[in-house]
Structures are given as structure tokens and as C-alpha cells.
């Protein structure tokens, strides 16, 4: 099985820094991921990680521990255009094979002016 | 336009109704994924099919049926549904290769299900 939790909502204010943080417990890990996803709108893919350390990309960064079983999202410099949920996803191997994708609940960011 | 495109985007249906979500993506994926969010609760994954067979069933009810004719296409058959059922229903796809851990999974843009 597996437990992924996120904090459920965050505020931060425009230009700011906000971190999101996920914790996991699985077997059988094989990368963790962060999605974005707008209000009636798909999840779109932001960040990969299958080593610990960080990972970054642009006004984002994502950071794994494996050993702790942790993983935060990294937003520098706030826009209102990144209001959304931000989804954890730990993807674990099967017993069939298949590389399956569990999701956190998300967490709702709100910036603020 | 993430290349996977769902259809119909909204859907209102009775619980006598029989109905299908129909999923196409265009990525040269060889898996393909159903997954269902409802509000306030994570995203559960129904289905997997990798290569066209079925490999995941996470104790979805049978009232819900899916088909893989090929590797581009996703259907989920819908029957005899309850009101709980009512959610946002995600395909998705991705390339599911042993030897890298690293492909990304796409989404569609999903199919609103109301069950009335």
C-alpha cells in the first residue's frame, strides 16, 4: 500500500517563496512526481525525482529524500498564474510489472497580491 | 493540447443509463490509465493497460467496464451507476519501459460524469 500526505491548502503572497511539502510510505518506490493542476483543468506534469537531491527548473525545484521518505516542491517568485493544486505522485512497480502512479490529495495554493 | 483527448468532457446520465468515456492519445504511449477524482480526495487510479492488456484492477465495482482495443485508445463503459459515482474520470498515458523509471504520465483534460 501507500500513504502520501501534503498539506491540504497554503496561502502565500506574489514574489514570495512557498514550499509544499509530502511525506510517503511505500514499497517497491520508483520516483516521485509533482503535478500542476488549474481548477477544471488536467494535471500537467512538473517535476521528476528518483535520486535524493534537487532537481530544478526554473522558478521551481523539487527535492527527494528517500531514506525520510520526503519530498518538497519549491516555488520562487510567486505569480497569481501559480494558484493551483499541487499533486504528489510516488510511482511504484507492481507485482504484474506495470508502473503504477499514486497520487496525494493535493495541496491548493493561493497567492495573494 | 497534452496529446491525449478525452470524450465527452461533460456527462449527465441516469442510474438505468449505459454509457462510454472514450480516451485517444497521440503520443506513441504503450500504457494507458484510468483514473477518477473526486472532490477533496486523491486521485484514484481504476485502471492500467500496458501493451493492451489489462495489468491493474484496483477493486473497481463492475459497474464500471473498460476496453483497450489498441494502444491508442481508452474506453471506460458505464453501467447501472450511482450517484456516488459522479467525478471527474482522468485518462491518461505514458511509455512504461523497465529500463527507465523516468516517463512522465499525461493527462487529458478529463470527463465531468454526473450521475443523476
Known amino acids: 500500500g501507500q500513504n502520501i500526505d501534503q498539506p491540504t491548502e497554503m496561502t502565500a503572497t506574489e514574489g514570495a517563496i512557498v514550499q509544499i511539502n509530502c511525506t510517503y510510505q511505500?514499497?517497491?518506490?520508483?520516483?516521485l512526481f509533482w503535478y500542476q493542476q488549474h481548477a477544471g483543468e488536467a494535471p500537467t506534469f512538473l517535476s521528476y525525482?528518483?535520486?535524493?537531491g534537487l532537481e530544478e527548473k526554473g522558478r521551481f525545484s523539487s527535492f527527494l529524500s528517500r531514506s525520510k521518505g520526503y519530498s518538497y516542491l519549491l516555488l520562487k517568485e510567486l505569480q497569481m498564474k501559480d494558484s493551483a493544486s499541487y499533486l504528489c505522485?510516488?510511482?511504484?512497480?507492481?507485482?504484474?510489472?506495470?508502473?503504477?502512479?499514486?497520487f496525494g490529495t493535493g495541496t491548493r495554493l493561493t497567492v495573494i497580491p | 493540447e497534452t496529446g491525449v483527448t478525452q470524450t465527452p468532457r461533460h456527462l449527465v446520465m441516469g442510474m438505468t443509463n449505459k454509457k462510454s468515456l472514450k480516451c485517444e492519445q497521440h503520443?506513441?504511449?504503450?500504457?494507458m490509465y484510468w483514473y477518477k477524482q473526486s472532490a477533496k480526495k486523491p486521485l484514484e487510479l481504476m485502471f492500467v493497460?500496458?501493451?493492451?492488456?489489462?495489468?491493474e484492477n484496483n477493486s473497481v465495482p463492475s459497474r464500471f467496464s473498460p476496453e483497450c482495443p489498441n494502444s491508442s485508445h481508452l474506453f471506460l463503459h458505464l453501467h447501472t451507476l450511482q450517484p456516488e459515482d459522479s467525478a471527474l474520470y482522468l485518462c491518461?498515458?505514458?511509455?512504461?519501459?523497465?529500463?527507465?523509471?523516468?516517463?512522465?504520465?499525461?493527462f487529458g483534460e478529463g470527463s465531468w460524469l454526473t450521475v443523476v
Open positions: 491518461a498515458s505514458s511509455q512504461d519501459d523497465v529500463s527507465d523509471s523516468g516517463n512522465t504520465i499525461y
Open positions: 511505500t514499497s517497491g518506490f520508483n520516483g
Open positions: 525525482n528518483v535520486l535524493d
Open positions: 505522485a510516488v510511482r511504484m512497480r507492481g507485482q504484474t510489472g506495470a508502473n503504477n502512479l499514486f
Open positions: 503520443l506513441g504511449h504503450n500504457a
Open positions: 493497460y500496458s501493451l493492451e492488456e489489462r495489468v
